[in-house]
């Protein structure tokens, strides 16, 4: 039997989560003229009442050129400028601590020798924006307080239960008052629903799907820093701030109205004991470990009562592949991929996730009209080249996030982590035609597949520890010298590599 969208060359695309991921998807989709339906098991997420799944108040992320270039993709004029209107860039960390001598110190640490920066961004802000641009498109129909509670992949089909608007996340009532469910069909069933998403729990009974989940030994817990009394910023707006510990660390992210959300990392014994007499402990614990956060950025009464209210959360990191099953169904960000937060790239990666997903059913005809090929069939081909190229894109960055949180709690004050950063700086300024860059700037500034990252990371690393960071550090001290011939190297190396748009190349290679 034809499905849907062959019978009415329009495809009928649910989209199971509203979050930034799930509405970027339903974004692409409503610009490619499909009937799109979004369900969320919460409320609107434009209404300040709607409770996050991890009730925290605020979440502040990094957004960097993965995500941007996402959106700019989109096919909606003015999203871009829009979201970065209500941004703050960070062009560098700042390190945080307490010399030998005593006296509190900062040290600012350049993310990029080229001034890019990488932007703060509220959720919440990010996540308005995307919903009211698909709210003023006549294809597409939001359900809020609906959860998944079924699918027949091979047939199309999924249910979904209506919950109470007041308190849709608490467990269904009893079978004999059960609310009420409703069944809707579907040509493409996009899961953009969480790192516990029902989507990828219903695709296992379908798909021989490989699954790894793992919960880090860290908790975390929110903190806040507000403004001064003349509502001025408390430290420097365009930083990172980082007081790294070799088994701690807190971290402070610019908001608009001028504070910090701020983040604990520590190991859940640490937690434990904290709570076992927070009034002395807490304040105690930030003294000794991040020296100049307590009293002077937040009081200690306000230390402890954060500490003490706000919930302290676990991390976990998933990977799983196929993300897909035949033509129906796909899952994208936390879904297919939760990660720790610790390169700022989960939501980057899931709007990724996005672009790459789309380009790929462009590439397969999916929204081209053929007289040869059912759209189910180029879909499902779309579907299949989907999981075989982003799941080691997927899994590379789920491994450097982990591998990253010993560089921000320890690596950032060693002398040999710093000399290696200034050694491929200076390479990747003087002699860009050698392609050589960090590993950080590969990631958060360019387009390159992560994987390919992954590889030319390992790589450099070999290279610097075979000539020696000494011998290369000389090296790099001519250069600097001759770099106002800078335009001669490019003349004789060429220049680095353009990145295209390697999905579809890695798709053409596989074929």
């Known amino acids: 039997m034809a499905s849907m969208a062959e019978k009415t060359d329009r495809q ?9 991921v799930g509405a970027l998807a339903a974004l692409y989709a409503a610009v490619r003229g499909d009937d799109v339906e979004i369900y969320e098991l919460r409320g609107d997420l434009r209404d300040p009442s709607t409770t996050p799944l991890n009730f925290t108040k605020s979440i502040n992320l ?18 871009v400028d829009e979201v970065l209107k209500e941004t703050i860039p960070m062009h560098a960390r700042m390190i945080h601590g307490r010399s030998k001598l005593g006296d509190l110190y900062e040290e600012s640490q350049d993310y990029d020798v080229h001034g890019r920066t990488i932007f703060a961004v509220d959720r919440a802000g990010l996540n308005k924006r995307l919903l009211d641009s698909l709210e003023s498109m006549p294809n597409v129909t939001f359900f809020f307080n609906h959860k998944l509670t079924g699918a027949d992949f091979s047939k199309n089909v999924a249910w979904f239960e209506r919950r109470p608007a007041s308190n849709p996340t608490q467990p269904s009532p009893p ?19 969480g790192a516990h998403s029902a989507t990828r729990y219903h695709l296992m009974k379908y798909a021989r799907l490989t699954y790894q989940q ?41 908001s608009l109205d001028r504070s910090f959300t701020c983040t604990l990392f520590a190991p859940s014994t640490t937690f434990t004991a904290l709570s076992a007499s927070p009034q002395t402990g807490v304040p105690a614990f930030f003294a000794e470990r991040f020296p100049g956060v307590s009293p002077d950025l937040i009081s200690t009464s306000d230390l402890v009562e954060q500490f003490t209210s706000n919930p302290h959360l676990p991390l976990i990191n998933i990977k799983c592949t196929p993300y897909h099953y035949a033509s129906s169904v796909v899952i994208l960000g936390d879904a297919a991929h939760a990660m720790v937060p610790f390169y700022g790239q989960g939501m980057n990666a899931g709007l990724e996730d996005v672009h790459v997903l789309f380009d790929i059913l462009d590439a397969n005809g999916v929204y081209a009209y053929s007289q040869y090929q059912p759209r189910s069939v180029s879909r499902a081909e779309a579907l299949e080249v989907y999981t075989h190229v982003r799941t080691p894109d997927a899994h590379a960055i789920n491994t450097l996030a982990l591998r990253n949180y010993l560089e921000m709690r320890e690596s950032v004050t060693s002398p040999l982590y710093l000399l290696r950063k200034r ?7 003087y002699l860009p035609g050698l392609g050589w860059a960090t590993q950080y700037s590969r990631v958060s500034f360019g387009n ?27 090296m790099v001290v001519g250069v600097g010298v001759l770099g106002r011939w800078r335009g001669w190297w490019r003349a004789v190396f060429g220049g680095v590599r353009g990145e295209g748009w390697w999905w579809l190349g890695a798709w053409k290679g596989w074929h």
């Open 12 to 20: 009928k695309v649910v989209v199971v989560g509203a979050g930034p």
């Open 62 to 79: 990094a957004l960097s050129e993965r995500g941007i270039n996402s959106m700019r993709h989109a096919g909606v004029d003015g999203l």
């Open 175 to 193: 079978s004999h008052d059960r609310a009420p469910e409703i069944e809707v069909k579907f040509d493409l069933l996009i899961g953009a629903d």
């Open 214 to 254: 793992e919960y880090i030994d860290t908790l975390w817990c929110e903190f806040h820093i507000p403004p001064t009394a003349d509502t001025s910023f408390a430290i420097s707006p365009h930083h990172l701030h980082i007081w790294p510990g070799s088994h701690f660390m807190f971290i402070a992210i610019p």
């Open 423 to 429: 050694i491929e700086e200076s390479l990747y300024n």
């Open 448 to 474: 390159e597949r992560y994987s390919e990252v992954e590889r030319l990371a390992r790589r450099q690393g070999t290279l610097l520890r075979a000539w020696g960071f000494v011998g290369v550090g000389a």
